[in-house]
């Protein structure tokens, strides 16, 4: 038997309840790239050099058509993605709903002094500024830089590495894509909060 695709989508009719609400920054970000932190202290802080004093953090959100492995309340594993429209939908109604301030860490508490100043939805690969960070990220990505005033976590979190990316906090539809016609989903995975 095939693991389970889930395509998580958004709900045009739902404004209220669907979308993304939070971007954590987590030591695993499922999404499986980890943003670069630019700060004064020219050491090397996750995966670039840093010789900026911004104290930006700089790296994809989503990334469309990305398997992420879920595990659902039994340990069944199945995977979930989503599509470069769903992408680009969610990160404009991330913005539209004045989420740019919500931020956790690990996804397990609220975390002030954080916000969103860049967004954007890589268009081409090759001549985007992803690239001349040296991210490697596909068409359809959407790239975040968050701006870190809140010092604790800078020096706890990020100059120890301890977190090395982010991870959305979001209400999604699915739409569920069986691998082959034998795979049977005992019980649906729930339209519940998805921790990407």
Known sequence: MKTPIIELTIDDEDVEENGIFAISI????????????????KKQVSMAAVDDDQHLLIGAALIPNKMILRLDEDD???????????????????????????????????IKG??????????????????SLGLEVPKGTWM???????????NKQIKTGEVKGFSIEAYFDEKLRAINK???????????????
């Open 26 to 41: 987590v030591d695993f970000p499922a999404i499986e790239k980890n943003f670069i932190a630019l700060s004064k202290e």
């Open 76 to 110: 069944a594993p199945y995977y979930i993605h989503f599509s470069k429209d769903t992408i680009k939908r969610a990160a404009y109604r991330f913005l539209k709903n004045n989420m740019t301030h919500n931020h956790t860490l690990q996804h397990d508490e609220q």
């Open 114 to 131: 954080l916000y969103v100043v860049e967004s954007w939805i890589v268009s081409d690969p090759a001549n985007d500024k992803s690239a």
């Open 144 to 154: 975040v830089a968050i701006k870190v005033d809140n010092e604790d976590i800078w």
């Open 182 to 196: 034998d795979v049977l989903i005992s019980k649906a995975v729930q339209a519940a909060k998805e921790i990407i």
